[in-house]
């Protein structure tokens, strides 16, 4: 089990880390008990990631914890479990975490039985709620692509 200390601690050391995948798992890190806020915000300004891979994603609060340290993320792709309900991380995501995701251009979304009636409902509920404005939706396999400030 990875302590999110360490991982911290470890994101600290790589300053010219471009792209981080992290696949979890029910053991793999630890809530970040040991959470400095001075210290979060210190890192979030001075990593480099830009690419971000995550891979079974089970909780919103594992996509919170990364999007805190990763002020600069570019491209997002999320594997997610069934456990995880679309509509609430795409809220969480552009809504909650608006301010750690200033430059994001490409959110991917890997989903299982993705269906061309979800695409429309997701769509359909981006432009009522005015989560984005300039953005483009894709549909292919089981991941959901939205390219953002698309003109």
């Known amino acids: 089990m990875l302590p999110s200390c360490v991982l911290i601690e470890l994101l600290e050391n790589l300053h010219n880390l471009d792209s981080l995948t992290i696949s ?6 630890k809530s970040h008990g040991c959470s400095q806020k001075s210290k ?4 979030s300004t ?17 996509v919170d914890f990364l ?6 993320i570019q491209h997002l792709q999320i ?13 969480f995501i552009f809504i909650e975490k608006n301010a750690y995701v200033k430059d994001l251009v490409s959110l991917c ?5 993705v269906n061309y009636d979800m695409i429309q409902i997701l769509q359909t509920i981006i432009d009522d709620e ?5 953005y483009r939706i894709e ?6 692509y939205l390219k953002l400030n698309v003109l």
């Open 24 to 29: 979890y798992s029910s053991r793999l890190l």
């Open 40 to 43: 979060h915000h210190n890192l």
């Open 130 to 134: 005015q989560i984005l404005h300039q």
């Open 139 to 144: 549909h292919i396999n089981d991941k959901i």
């Open 79 to 91: 594997e997610c479990t069934n456990d995880i309900e679309l509509l609430s991380l795409i809220r």
């Open 109 to 113: 979304l890997w989903i299982e039985k």
């Open 46 to 62: 001075t990593t480099n990631i830009t690419k971000v891979n995550m891979c079974h994603v089970t909780k919103i609060e594992q």
């Open 67 to 72: 999007l805190t340290f990763c002020s600069h």
